[in-house]
């Protein structure tokens, strides 16, 4: 079965303490993005990469960090640097011939205690 | 760039009762319009999509929505609602040669016997 795991489900994080949220596609698709979700908001944009080994910031990239060693792989780090990191963290992948259309995994539900 | 605002922010609506979740965009290109659901603490699965072509879409789950070039609109629409229809439901924009998906703020329909 094809699809995108994030792991953990739910996550607690003590102030001051960096925390990574782990996002993984067997799709084959070339672009994966990381959004954020807080209620009445919508998503908002994290980074996003379109091929291994490149990324780009969004619109809320500032104390965020990710990697992209692998197609498969995706990693966001939530830094100690974020001033309000509770939240819903979404990560999402799409096929290079159909950048626009989006596939999104289960979430993460990040809580800083 | 783009933008998308849902009008409404709550629609009940009682069961087996048509509904209609209102879209409208801002954009100075070509766009693609999509419609997202999510279900509580969970990722958003696709409803439909409006790329080209026909401008009445119909997606899964009995819904449909038409794009409206003239009013800037992609309104949802579903003649006869379920109480599993509950959830949060998501407009989403892009220019048609671009990558990113720009939310709407979501619209929470609750559907009650």
């Known amino acids: 079965d094809g699809g995108i795991t994030q792991s953990p489900k739910y996550l607690f994080r003590k102030e001051g303490q960096n925390v990574t949220l782990s996002c993984e596609q067997n799709?084959?698709?070339?672009?994966m993005y990381w959004y954020r979700q807080d209620p009445g908001q919508g998503l908002r944009l994290i980074y996003y990469s379109q091929i291994v080994n490149d990324f780009q910031k969004g619109d809320i990239a500032e104390g965020y960090s990710v990697s992209r060693e692998k197609k498969e792989s995706f990693p966001l780090t939530v830094t100690s640097a974020q001033k309000n990191p509770t939240a819903f963290y979404l990560c999402a992948s799409s096929m290079r011939s159909s950048y626009n259309e989006q596939f999104f995994g289960p979430g993460t539900r990040l809580t800083v205690l | 760039a783009q933008s998308v605002t849902q009008l409404d922010s709550q629609v009940p609506v009682f069961e087996e009762a048509p509904v209609e979740l209102r879209c409208n965009y801002s954009?100075?290109?070509?766009?693609?319009l999509f419609w997202y659901v999510q279900y509580p603490n969970q990722g958003l699965q696709l409803l439909l999509k409006y790329l080209s072509g026909s401008t009445l879409v119909k997606g899964i789950n009995g819904f449909e929505a038409e794009f409206n070039k003239s009013q800037t609109s992609f309104h949802l629409r579903k003649p006869s609602v379920h109480i599993s229809d509950t959830a949060e439901y998501f407009c989403a924009v892009s220019a048609n040669s671009g990558y990113a998906l720009n939310f709407g703020k979501g619209t929470s329909l609750l559907v009650t016997p």
């Open positions: 799709l084959n698709h070339d672009a």
């Open positions: 954009s100075s290109v070509s766009v693609y």
